[in-house]
């Protein structure tokens, strides 16, 4: 996968052909990256390790849901609530309309708390019998 982004040595403002080149190759390094997950090559916590680097900068920009829903036998829904659960077990973001990334998770500002947040969030099984609670009944074994 390559890491080679197009930046200029000096503070000089690229043309907009770099600029271009270098979209182009953040796209396609998040992509290999999320079918490398799709395909069970690659798991999450690769991602995210390779993110916190700085040639893993493009792919900071994944949503998380949009990473984990790449997983083998994960669905949209089991992403979503997953996200979900990561951002209140975080205890931060209040109903914010900005998409949760790779980049939220991994910030430093945060003392790891998102990181272990994502790691219980995906350890833990919700039990389905309490799903709505008090205002369903509960499902039959």
Known sequence: MSTDIGRPASGAVPSLDVAR???AEARRMRGEWIYSVSTGMLEIVDLLN?????????LRRIRLVQALAAQPDWTMERA???TKLTVELAG???LSRRP???AWVID???????IESLACALTT??????????FTSPIAP
């Not at 390779?50 to 493009?58: H, I, K, S």
């Not at 099984?125 to 008090?134: C, I, K, Y």
């Open 21 to 23: 080149q270098a979209l």
């Open 50 to 58: 390779f993110a916190a680097t700085p040639e893993g900068r493009p």
């Open 80 to 82: 979503a609530s997953t």
């Open 92 to 94: 931060g973001r209040q």
């Open 100 to 102: 949760v990334t790779v």
């Open 108 to 114: 430093p500002r945060s003392a790891r708390r998102r």
């Open 125 to 134: 099984a919700r039990r389905p019998e309490l799903v709505g609670f008090p």
